[in-house]
Nanobody, 119 residues
Framework: QVQLAESGGGLVQAGDSLRLSCIGS????????MAWFRQAPGKERESVAS????????RYADSVKGRFTISRDNAKSTVYLQMNSLKPEDTAIYYC????????????WGQGTQVTVSS
């Protein structure tokens, strides 16, 4: 139904910015809630940010609030995560996930993209 592909990760210095992109395939992309998760070595996977189908409602983890912004462009079937003021503790593999509206479980996942923040 929906296939997701993340891109935009890389190696940056503390204080730098990155924008992650998640491109979805599937005709129902615009009806899905989307989220970004991340997982660092030795830690549980955590939800970073989520956005509803229309982009009108967003949620953020306290650790990234004020620094990260999730957005979507349904015409391009793409969800973005703008990450500013990056910190070393942001280092993780970032995953894009999708779920139908009103459903708790995220059924579709991308392969992930590595974000590494040095110093």
């Amino acid at each position: 139904q929906v296939q997701l592909a993340e891109s935009g990760g890389g190696l940056v210095q503390a204080g730098d910015s990155l924008r992650l992109s998640c491109i979805g395939s599937g005709r129902t992309f615009s009806s899905y809630g989307m989220a970004w998760f991340r997982q660092a070595p030795g830690k549980e996977r955590e939800s970073v940010a989520s956005i509803n189908w229309s982009g009108e409602r967003t949620r953020y983890a306290d650790s990234v609030k004020g620094r990260f912004t999730i957005s979507r462009d349904n015409a391009k079937s793409t969800v973005y995560l703008q990450m500013n003021s990056l910190k070393p503790e942001d280092t993780a593999i970032y995953y894009c996930a999708a779920r139908p509206g009103g459903v708790v479980v995220y059924d579709y996942w991308g392969q992930g993209t590595q974000v590494t923040v040095s110093s």
